[in-house]
């Protein structure tokens, strides 16, 4: 396999951590690790990079080594509402390495919104089931995948690794799902 450049989106998944009238929200860092800057832009639609930019979304992008990547778009995303059926165009856009907080201080803050229950929070890794998913993160196959998501994950300390819980995703009907790693 090659050294093509990691790229790393981190999102944050919510859940509900008690069904109680007033339930507690936990805040979960989710990763995915993509081959390339390019595989990443096929399939992060750059909506969600506009709807970070407005305060809407939290998706942020970071090379290989924790740095943070900005968009350029050279086509906006946009909703097209002048027709009897709406249409969505996701924005072209590449990569390029932008100003902000790296990688770890961005999962440090998802983490610590969980205030006392932070100490448990873990880190969802996306890894394949399927080579169909592995080659939507720009992977050969799910071996490949699972070796170079093992290798990028060093860049987190020691005590980030330790959170870490992998989930499994596979694509049905052309569309990506992953599995719920909460209790695993």
Known sequence: MDDAPIVFSLDTRSYAASEDPEPVTLYIPHLDVYRSAADAAANREGMEIVETLNGDDDLWLFAA???PLEAHFSQEPHFN????????????????????GNLLDAIRKVIDRNKEL????????AIPGTNEAAKRFGWPDTVGMKEGVERSLQILPADM??????????????????QDAIGS
């Open 81 to 100: 509402w002048d027709r009897d059926r709406p249409t969505y165009f996701p924005g072209v856009y590449s990569l390029h390495p932008g100003t902000g």
């Open 65 to 67: 080594d924790g740095s």
């Open 118 to 125: 932070a100490q448990g929070v873990r880190i969802e890794v």
């Open 161 to 178: 690794r330790a959170r870490v819980v992998f989930v499994e995703c596979t694509v049905v009907d052309g569309t990506l799902y992953y």
